[in-house]
């Protein structure tokens, strides 16, 4: 485990009579991975904004490390679709160089979209279009929410895999939030389990064994298998030139 890169201490949150976050105390490490998952209403929007300095926390601390650079991915983005821009100017739009853009878009590999317009991408695409936007300066800290929505099942495998590459190879600390638990607990190092409260926390093996966890998802399966294969939308099992196989299923552990 890397150097802290935010830690919250007893953090407090209220919106008028409504306590959204009450006592939140968790810590962001580099290059660890970390997925909040939790309920909708569960105050994940509340408790990223705090992380990003959007919010100020009604009580507890929140220190942030000197160095901190923080990379973010919305969770959508509308853009006019008449408004004419591509995929690199699109990026260039952070006020980063021409350059920078298109490494960017090579580290996701979609270095090939750079002329083309934003609103022709994929929902794939232009989600590997926003990772490559909150990379551009080379943060230390990425911060995604829901990065895999509007991809279909190869293309989550194929993301989260890149965002754990990535996490690798800018050594940056990474918070996820996510609704796809079965594939994301297969790629983090910690899941934190919100329900305006921190529920639970640990590793992934850990927090879907709790009685918290289950109380509020109810069993779920988690695995972590080498794809030699791949998935249709309905998932699936199909071999290396994409045909159905009959009868067979993954092998989960």
């Known amino acids: 485990m890397g ?22 105390s968790m810590q962001l490490n580099q290059g660890e991975i970390t997925t909040l998952i939790g309920p909708n209403g569960a105050g994940k929007s509340t408790l990223v904004r705090i992380i990003l300095g959007l919010l100020t926390a009604d009580s507890g601390s929140v220190q942030r490390g000197a160095n901190l650079s923080i990379g973010y991915m919305p969770q959508k983005l509308h853009i006019d679709p008449t408004l004419p821009i591509s995929t690199c100017r699109f990026l260039q739009l952070a006020d980063t160089s021409h350059q920078a853009c298109h490494q960017a878009l090579d580290s996701v590999a979609i270095g090939h979209l750079a002329a083309t317009p934003i609103q022709k991408l994929s929902g794939g695409e232009m989600q590997r279009a926003l990772l490559a936007r909150a990379i551009l300066r080379q943060p230390n800290l990425l911060v995604l929410d829901e990065p895999a929505q509007g991809v279909d099942i190869n293309g989550q495998n194929a993301l989260y895999k890149m965002i ?41 093996e850990q927090v879907t064994q709790n009685p918290a966890y289950i109380d509020i998802f109810g069993q779920t399966a988690i695995y972590a298998h080498n794809h030699d294969h791949q998935h249709s939308v309905h998932g699936e099992v199909l071999d290396a030139d994409g045909v159905h196989q009959h009868g067979e299923g993954c092998d989960h552990d």
């Open 164 to 204: 754990a590459d990535l996490s690798k190879s800018l050594n940056c600390g990474v918070l996820m939030v996510s609704h796809d638990l079965h594939m994301v607990m297969s790629a983090t190092d910690q899941v934190v389990c919100l329900n305006h409260h921190i529920c639970c926390h640990g590793r992934p």
């Open 3 to 24: 150097s802290t890169l935010i830690s919250l201490d007893k953090v407090n949150k209220r919106f008028d009579n409504h306590h959204v976050l009450q006592n939140i």
